[in-house]
């Protein structure tokens, strides 16, 4: 690995020394997806003359594409790696600490620090996922549900699961958490929004907000498409108030127009995670700033995490079917026939009706 290092960063100075262009690889990380090399130049040399060897570098580092930005003082250059590392879920999980109270795990960053989505504090409360097909949008909502569910139990955490198109969440229909089976309809969700929506109300005359109860839609385009005003106005009022009522909304979609998200509902979306789009406008719609570059991510869980102002580039952690199996029913056990006897109790209370 170390040799190979040194050769792709020579490489780099070569290509820029062709052009004149003094420079110096210093530093850099191995991330699961990609090398990061930190490079400096020489005084007066313009970092757009830099950029514009992208793909010249790419070629002569034989690789499909390079990315080349500048950030913190130096210019970095991102190298694709030719057989990408797995971020897993269950080992990222063992490696941390006891994780506070609703503290999703979402994956790793450049420099290999887990990172967490703790949904009650102020900045996050709510979460929109957007990428193409292939970003491993829905490969990373079921990640966070999971890590959701194996720290939190269901007396302190509640689960409603859509998902339009029936693909997404069927390794997690045995998950003790939810308030009802995996929901496939789109007259069973907008029931549930409404009765979301009551429970909230309810909630603030009382002045509780728990369990948590999170809300979880794996493609809004397509609920949208079916429920109309009436998802778009049980989403707003969610976004708005839910935070204080302890009830969370993540939605996730292929395309984040205003035309899809709502206008409303997107302003109250304060955390976005971008995976792989089509175009700058897309990014730049998903991110809600310019510039982001997310039209250049590589799909397979390479994501931004975009929250108060800062951008963070992830590897989305990843768990398979048959791991997901073996959590679902170890959770199961864990929480019991008492635990399930109080979730009865909380789905009569939310009056959701339940099977079995």
């Known amino acids: 690995m170390q040799q190979n290092l040194e050769a792709q960063a020579n490489v780099i100075e070569r290509v820029l020394a062709n052009h004149k262009i003094h420079s110096r690889v210093w530093g850099g990380t191995v991330a699961p997806r990609f090398i990061r090399y930190d490079l400096t130049t020489a005084a007066g040399v313009r970092v757009q003359k ?60 450049e420099e290999g620090v887990p990172l967490l989505l703790r949904l009650p504090s102020p900045d996050v409360a709510h979460v929109l996922v957007a990428g193409t097909t292939g970003s491993g949008k829905t490969a990373l909502l079921r990640s966070l549900v999971l890590s959701l569910a194996m720290h939190n139990p269901q007396r302190l955490l509640q689960l409603v699961l859509i998902d339009p198109k029936g693909r997404g969440f069927g390794s997690l229909v045995g998950l003790p958490h ?24 309810r ?15 794996d493609e809004l385009a397509d609920l949208r498409m079916v429920g109309g005003k009436k998802v778009e106005d049980a989403l707003t009022r969610l976004t708005q108030r839910g935070r204080e009522a302890g009830i969370h909304v993540i939605v996730a979609t292929q395309r984040p127009a205003a035309t899809v998200v709502g206008s409303l509902v997107k302003a109250n979306l304060p955390v976005r995670l971008v995976g792989a789009v089509g175009t700058p406008e897309d990014a730049k719609v998903a991110t809600g700033i310019a510039g982001s570059g997310a039209e250049r991510l590589r799909g397979r869980g390479d994501f931004l995490l975009v929250a108060h102002g800062q951008t963070i580039r992830l590897q989305a952690a990843y768990i398979d079917a048959r791991e997901m199996r073996m959590v679902v029913e170890r959770l199961r056990g864990r929480d019991g026939p008492a635990a399930l006897a109080k979730q009865r109790q909380a789905l009569h209370k939310l009056s959701i009706p339940t099977r079995g």
């Open 50 to 109: 830099v950029l514009a060897l992208k793909d010249e570098i790419a070629l002569s580092l034989g690789v499909p594409d390079v990315r080349l930005y500048r950030k913190d003082g130096a210019i970095r250059v991102e190298v694709p790696r030719s057989r990408p590392s797995t971020v897993r879920l269950t080992s990222l999980i063992r490696s941390l600490p006891k994780l506070p109270p609703l503290a999703a795990v979402l994956g790793v960053d």
């Open 178 to 201: 939810l308030l009802r089976p995996v929901i496939t309809e789109a007259d069973a969700a907008i029931e549930a929004l409404h009765d979301l929506v009551s429970q909230m109300e």
């Open 203 to 217: 909630r603030d005359q009382e002045k509780r907000s728990s369990p948590a109860l999170v809300v979880v839609i």
